[in-house]
């Protein structure tokens, strides 16, 4: 299968600052989403970004598919932002999606 | 619109028993697919679903089985519970298979 690599493991942030969240995999993909997973389990999509870049409101995210990386910003961070920040990249036939092992990122206030 | 609803919760099972789990896809979505999630880890496929029939099986035991209803909902079922079942169960849904997934709240399975 492919792998996912997720960094860094765990982030701790002061409310405002800044950070940048990195996913790299193994192979060529045809789907790849950020999620968001909160305290109590659930998991929020934040982006399907195969390639190219997006942005919804503080958060931004970059996939450079032919370098088999994807980046996940996050500005003016709120203690909302908090939990554990997931990549996952579908496989060719879209049956199926890698995850990562995720970024944890606390935002202190 | 309803999003991905699962059931039960929260559960506690003992080991040997079996267990069936529960989700409903959002409307108009024919694939549903199956992930299991321990402590501390990323979300490991189980399976996929998609038009009543099953797409994809990750690696996972027999004890694993799955079928998708004719609505589109779905059932998971584990059979002689050990210990490390335990974890949280996801499911998703997508209008169909490669397109963005949607994770219900999951449910949390003990097994004592």
């Known amino acids: 299968g492919i792998q996912v690599e997720q960094s860094p493991p765990d982030l701790i942030l002061q409310e405002g600052a800044n950070s940048t969240l990195r996913c790299n995999f193994s192979?060529?993909?045809?789907?790849l989403q950020w999620f968001h997973q909160n305290p109590w389990g659930q998991l929020i999509n934040l982006f399907y970004i195969p390639s190219g870049t997006k942005q919804n409101g503080r958060l931004s995210a970059t996939t450079v598919a032919t370098e088999r990386y994807s980046l996940l910003y996050i500005s003016s961070s709120q203690t909302t932002d908090s939990g554990v920040y997931f990549c996952a990249v579908g496989s060719n036939t879209g049956n199926q999606f890698y995850f990562g092992t995720g970024t944890s990122l606390t935002v202190i206030p | 619109d309803a999003g991905v609803t699962q059931s039960p919760t929260h559960l506690i099972k003992t080991r040997g028993q079996h267990v069936t789990l529960r989700c409903s896809p959002i409307?108009?979505?024919?694939?549903v697919s199956w992930y299991q999630q321990v402590l501390g880890q990323g979300p490991q496929f189980i399976f996929q679903y998609y038009e009543k029939e099953e797409r994809g099986r990750g690696n996972f035991p027999d004890r694993f089985s799955a079928r998708q209803f004719p609505n589109y909902s779905s059932e998971l079922n584990v059979n002689a519970l050990l210990l490390g079942d335990s974890a949280l169960y996801l499911c998703?849904?997508?209008?169909?298979?490669?397109?963005?997934?949607?994770f219900g709240e999951g449910s949390w399975l003990t097994v004592v």
């Open positions: 998703a849904s997508s209008y169909n298979a490669g397109n963005t997934i949607y």
């Open positions: 409307s108009g979505h024919k694939s």
């Open positions: 192979d060529s993909v045809n789907n």
